[in-house]
């Protein structure tokens, strides 16, 4: 599969993130050559524990976060944080939650946006909103090497395009920038060979970023 | 005129030749049209000096050409073996001048669409050789050799590619012929072994081999202990240990493409390849009977893990003659990855361009080493992402924007021209120069810093 970087946008201290900002940097993709493609959409939850017995502890997990993709539509993606455990799962995982009553979904996350051919990379620039609401939370850039699918090789390309699109967008004068965090994904059991597996705890990584800015 | 201009930017390459070409033609016809009209006022103006008597005698053939510049429809009006006076002469010139200026203008704006479109440059006009070459072959500076200079200006690139796949395309053909036709074998084909065309073989013979060639041959010489298929094998397997070969015999990697899928999961987690039916060159050298395999081997393929797979095709099989190469990611599957196939990435693309040109210029000049150093040429691409661009002053990083083509692309190319041989252990010519060249060999460039070319 090939490698995929996750940058999301950092706003300024102080300033809050707006759809401004996403417009002009759909703009500066469509400047560097990026043909615009159709849309896409990834759903991000946060699972919540429902506690029976409110005096029994609990065995399972208090909280984790599930994601699905659209390139996926059969599979969901569990993350457990304090674990350090991603899971791959069938889709209908989360009827049988519902049915068993045992997790109930706190948050509910869309990211969706429109997709970018830049030549081998593929690029998805998106919003994060809440689910059902129009609220502007975050942007959330995917960065695709379409003919590697090794981490480190493709990591000295994925670099330079970082890079690269950093400068670009620093001369739009924006109230803030794109940062990517690299997860330990050793630490998730995660070779080299990307997969989605790998995609999933970046998500994890960028909306714990996206949640603390937003709490400040 | 912009927005017409901007169109024609965006169309194929043959389709510009072919509008080059056809501009070219309406060009030559406007050409003719204005020698004629200037014809015509001669005649016109020698007509009037002449006596009123010697105009009576003189049998008039002058032309009243109609005023469509396309047509040349002429007509030999019996009334005009009248008299003619000056008068009428005059009114004749007149009306040839304004053909004569109308034919002008459009040559005018052919010409500015000619510009327009890259065929004719200021360089081209400065050129004051005479290298409107209709006499002369031209030997252009990557080697080709073309009749005339103006076909090979036509569409740049385009013509040079065409050229390459011209070249490639009457390589296969009298490989073919002679394969399937022996008998049809005569002179001018045993002419063509090294694939040149056969007025430049004759041109090199006229010229005398120069200085290069002889380095060449005499290096070639030397080296070329690598003489067989196996020799050559065994001997890429110690310079580049990262790549990994295997040998197929022609209709074996139909079945290796399509089980590339059901494999790929296993290579990615970069165990060993324990896929029995498809072993490594050597595991094969290990059996007993891979010396026989070897001789109807036609298929080889190098794989760097997480790098690229190429796919070179040998014909006839079991020899080393290379015919045609390919590059791909590792992790393509498909029935379309074979040696004249075509990756569905950009890079890949530009690879097997690369490695096309390459192969044809080892088959070229130096064709009976072509198959080892084509190999050598081609593990210079493990670096393909590593490696930055060479061209210090302007580059020096990895990705770069191809201003053609609007891409980020890595250094995808990698000289050919000057591939030395690795080991000089015996050379009699001075080897100082070799030594600094071999390490040349490895030079990455992107397609705009590329040495020497626009």
Redesign the interface.
């Known amino acids: 599969m090939p490698v995929k970087w996750l940058l999301h946008w950092q706003p300024n201290a102080g300033t809050t993130i707006n759809s401004q900002v996403l417009t002009e940097v759909s703009q500066c993709v469509e400047g560097i050559n990026g043909i615009k493609g159709g849309r896409w959409k990834s759903t991000l939850s946060i699972y919540k524990a429902i506690a029976r017995d409110l005096n029994a502890p609990l065995e399972c997990a208090r909280d984790f976060l599930g994601i699905s993709f659209q390139e996926q539509p059969n599979k969901h993606y569990f993350i457990l944080r304090g674990q350090r455990l991603v899971l791959e799962a069938d889709s209908n995982i989360q009827s049988i939650m519902e049915k068993l009553q045992s997790y109930r979904t706190r948050i509910s996350l869309n990211i969706e946006g429109f997709q970018y051919q830049l030549g081998d990379f593929l690029v998805k620039m998106g919003k994060v909103v809440i689910t059902h609401s129009e609220n502007l939370r975050g942007i959330v850039m995917e960065v695709e090497y379409l003919p590697i699918s090794s981490l480190e090789k493709s990591r000295q390309i994925m670099e330079e395009f970082v890079d690269i699109w950093q400068e670009l967008v620093s001369r739009k004068s924006l109230p803030g920038h794109f940062m990517h965090i690299e997860p330990n994904f050793s630490e998730y059991g995660l070779s080299d060979p990307y997969s989605f597996q790998h995609t999933a705890v970046q998500y994890v990584t960028v909306m714990i970023q996206l949640m603390a800015s937003v709490r400040n | 005129m912009g927005e017409v201009e901007r169109g024609e930017e965006a169309e194929a390459p043959p389709k510009q030749v072919a509008v080059a070409m056809e501009r070219l033609g309406d060009a030559a016809r406007l050409i003719a049209e204005i020698r004629l009209g200037a014809d015509r006022l001669l005649e016109a103006i020698f007509l009037t000096s002449l006596s009123p008597h010697q105009q009576n005698t003189t049998t008039t053939t002058i032309t009243t050409t109609t005023t469509t510049t396309t047509t040349t429809t002429t007509t030999t009006n019996s009334n005009n073996k009248k008299t003619i006076s000056n008068k009428k002469a005059l009114q004749l010139i007149a009306k040839e001048e304004i053909n004569m200026r109308q034919h002008f203008q459009h040559l005018r704006s052919l010409g500015r669409k000619l510009e327009a479109s890259g065929v004719l440059s200021g360089t081209l006009r400065a050129q004051d050789n005479g290298s409107w070459g209709l006499h002369m072959p031209l030997v252009c500076p990557d080697g080709a050799v073309v009749a005339y200079a103006w076909k090979r200006q036509l569409a740049g690139q385009a013509a040079a590619s065409a050229v390459d796949r011209t070249r490639l395309a009457l390589k296969a053909f009298t490989d073919q012929k002679r394969r399937f036709f022996p008998h049809l074998e005569d002179e001018s084909l045993s002419q063509e072994k090294s694939g040149e065309f056969a007025i430049s073989k004759k041109l090199r013979c006229s010229f005398g081999p120069t200085s290069s060639d002889l380095q060449h041959d005499i290096v070639d010489e030397i080296i070329t202990e690598r003489k067989t298929l196996s020799d050559i094998l065994t001997g890429l397997e110690t310079d580049a240990p990262n790549l990994k070969i295997f040998t197929y015999q022609r209709l074996d990697w139909v079945k290796r493409a399509s089980s590339l899928s059901s494999s790929l999961t296993k290579e ?3 165990d060993s390849l324990k896929d029995s039916k498809f072993p490594t060159f050597s595991k094969l050298m290990m059996g007993t009977t891979g010396t026989q395999e070897l001789d109807r081997v036609a298929v080889i393929e190098l794989w760097v ?3 690229f797979r190429a796919v070179v095709s040998l014909n006839p099989a079991g020899s080393v003659n290379p015919d045609s190469v390919a590059f791909f ?3 393509e599957v498909g029935t379309y990855i074979h040696s004249r196939g075509s990756s569905v ?4 693309q530009h690879l097997t361009d690369n490695a096309g040109k390459a192969l044809q210029y080892f088959l070229g000049t130096r064709s009976h080493a072509s198959l080892d150093l084509l190999f050598k040429w081609m593990s210079g691409y493990q670096t393909l ?2 490696k930055l661009c060479r061209y210090v002053s302007k580059c020096s ?3 770069a ?1 191809d201003k053609p ?6 250094p995808v190319y990698r000289p050919f021209q000057q591939l030395p041989p690795k080991q000089n252990a015996s050379s009699t010519q001075p080897n100082s120069a070799a030594k600094d060249q071999s390490s040349d060999a490895s030079h990455a460039y992107h397609i705009g810093c590329v040495p020497g070319e626009a």
Do not use: E, I, K, R
């Open positions: 990615n987690c970069g893990p997480s790098v990611s590792p992790d990435h950009h890079v890949y992402f590593t990083c990895l990705l924007m083509s609007g891409l980020l692309l890595p």
